[in-house]
């Protein structure tokens, strides 16, 4: 093919590869403006958040964390969190074993399923939980009747955080046990391990990186959750009002200082977890599953 | 082969010497039913429960449509800016080596940690006619707070890992000799990156777009404070569900909900349609 365009090789020498990678001027532009685009979009607001909450001075910030309002959202934000990551790490765990250990049929549609909860929307996954239990729901009349509170009550607000942190764990742990293979349990096993014991001194020391890291990432999104829960929690004060919730309740009230505060524990919490993350992927990276992002 | 029994034609699993195999499926499968696919299957009988005339009533009821307009329209632009942008972010945290590369690397993944009420109120402030970006854009005239466009704004900042984590590892394992072939034989860098790069890269970028896509469309905790909320405006369809939810009117809020992940999934469908298409075409 007689392409114009094509001209003799000439040399460059700015660098060894030259030929495969940009030119000078333009790799600072790109390089700028991908920093820039990064600065405005990810750390601005991240300082916006400690700016504001600290906009009043430490002594401002300080009263705003030290509310009981605030420190109930805590919590109920803490309890939420000790209920459903530990639901979802059994299931996680349990799932992992099923998928990556064993041949059977319609794996790949039950793998398919357990990572529904991330494409719908977190108002409609609090939204099934209304149908289900609210007052018109299906069992809503039976619940009242037995004067169980689940809509609007910790049970409500527990339900909505599983399932928006439900494949977390699990779809980090099924790739990286599929990797592993069946080895090590098959040469437990043998040498007369029960499957217990296969499962607790061979397994689980394989994935217990990988089971951090799923951990990790279902405990930030458990913490921070905030369509789903708004939906099923009825905002409460002092009651059913999760971190994330108290932001929106202070901020509406024209309450920068205090929901900044709010916010600032969370990005805290957030900032935390892409340090334990970094950490996990640096030194052990190989032990992660390959497959990153989400 | 062995003398194993005859295998009987149909067999639900491979054997294995490996136990647990019906107390972990079981378990799985149970806690699966329980928490996402009876919840679910009661929106869908809820929504089916409705009949279609009131179905369709609700749907085509103009607050609904332009809802569902804003919601897929700004998802729709913010995915389009995160795959231009996005790219070129993976692009040079791929190829260039800079200090502090790690860290940036790290701060990708920030909208992952971060709770969306956070971004929300952060976004909002920053872009509010006295914020530190808002007060830059108002003399040109540019209004993004409480409009159309700070929906898109709340929406590149979800978005963004989506893009990068996709294409990043694809652009990692692109080899580098095939470029350093193209270059032997004379083809300029442009001609590199688009008859060669780009192809390569075109799945991971429609699966980011798509991701990116799918998500904004769902997201409500970032965008209620930066959008203002104006009925026929700035208002989303998750938001609409949760007024009619707040109203007691269960059932527009179900064929709201029904109908989003009914446009979710389609474009889902077509998003891998597409992507097969283009494995075809440039293998």
């Known amino acids: ?294 | 082969m062995t003398t194993a029994p005859a295998q009987a034609g149909w067999r639900f699993r491979q054997p294995s010497v490996i136990p647990g195999f019906g107390l972990t499926l079981g378990f799985s499968l149970a806690y699966l039913t329980l928490i996402i696919l009876i919840p679910l299957s009661g929106l869908v009988w809820r929504s089916a429960a409705l009949g279609w005339t009131d179905f369709w009533a609700i749907v085509a009821d103009r607050r609904t449509i332009n809802a569902l307009e804003i919601s897929f329209g700004t998802a729709f632009a913010a995915a389009a800016v995160n795959v231009v942008f996005g790219t070129l972010v993976a692009w040079v945290l791929v190829r260039y080596r800079f200090p502090g590369r790690r860290i940036v690397d790290a701060m990708v993944d920030l909208p992952f940690a971060l709770p969306t009420a956070v971004a929300g109120i952060a976004l909002t402030t920053l872009y509010a006619p006295n914020g530190w970006i808002g007060k830059l854009l108002m003399p040109l005239g540019i209004k993004v707070a409480y409009t159309p466009l700070g929906i898109v704004i709340a929406l590149v900042f979800i978005g963004l890992p989506f893009v990068v984590r996709t294409v990043q590892p694809i652009m990692e394992e692109i080899d580098r000799e095939v470029e350093e072939a193209a270059a032997t034989l004379g083809a300029s860098r442009f001609q590199i990156i688009t008859r060669i790069l780009f192809p390569g890269l075109a799945p991971a970028i429609v699966t980011g777009f798509s991701l990116a896509f799918a998500r904004g469309v769902g997201e409500y905790g970032s965008v209620i404070f930066i959008a203002g909320n104006l009925p026929f405006k700035s208002e989303i369809a998750p938001l609409l569900i949760v007024i009619r939810l707040e109203e007691y009117n269960y059932p527009a809020a179900t064929a709201i909900a029904a109908i989003m992940l009914a446009l979710s999934f389609l474009m889902l469908l077509v998003v891998n349609l597409v992507q097969s298409w283009s494995r075809k075409r440039y293998g």
């Open chain 1, 1 to 294: 093919m007689a392409d114009p365009e094509i001209k003799s090789y000439e040399p460059h020498h700015e660098s060894q590869s030259a030929a495969v990678t940009e030119s000078r001027p333009v790799r600072a532009v790109l390089m700028a403006v991908a920093f820039a685009f990064l600065g405005i979009f990810l750390v601005l607001p991240l300082i916006v958040v400690f700016n504001e909450a600290l906009a009043k001075g430490v002594g401002a910030y300080t009263e705003a964390l030290a509310s009981p309002d605030t420190r109930s959202a805590i919590r109920l934000t803490l309890l939420v969190a000790a209920i459903s990551v530990p639901l979802n790490i059994v299931f996680g765990i349990s799932a992992a074993w099923a998928i990556a250990k064993f041949e059977f049929k319609g794996k790949a549609f039950l793998t398919t399923l357990i990572d529904l909860p991330f494409s719908v929307s977190p108002v409609i996954s609090g939204l099934v939980y209304v149908l289900l239990f609210g007052a018109q729901g299906l069992l809503g009349a039976w619940l009242k009747a037995h004067g169980i509170a689940i809509l609007f009550a910790v049970p409500g607000i527990v339900l909505a955080t599983v399932f928006v942190t439900f494949p977390f764990v699990a779809r980090e742990l099924i790739p990286l046990m599929q990797e592993q293979g069946n080895g090590d349990e098959e040469a437990a096993l043998s040498l007369g391990a029960n499957g217990w014991q296969t499962f607790w001194y061979v397994t689980l020391p394989n994935v217990k990186w990988g089971l951090l890291y799923g951990v990790l990432l279902c405990n930030a999104r458990a913490m921070g959750e905030f369509g789903a829960v708004s939906v099923v929690s009825g905002h409460i004060r002092g009651l059913t009002n999760t971190m994330p919730l108290h932001v929106e309740i202070l901020y509406n009230e024209y309450n920068a200082v205090g929901a900044f505060a709010v916010a600032s524990l969370l990005a805290g919490l957030a900032l935390v977890t892409l340090v334990l993350k970094t950490l996990l992927e640096m030194r052990y990276g190989a032990e992660i599953a390959a497959t990153r992002g989400h």
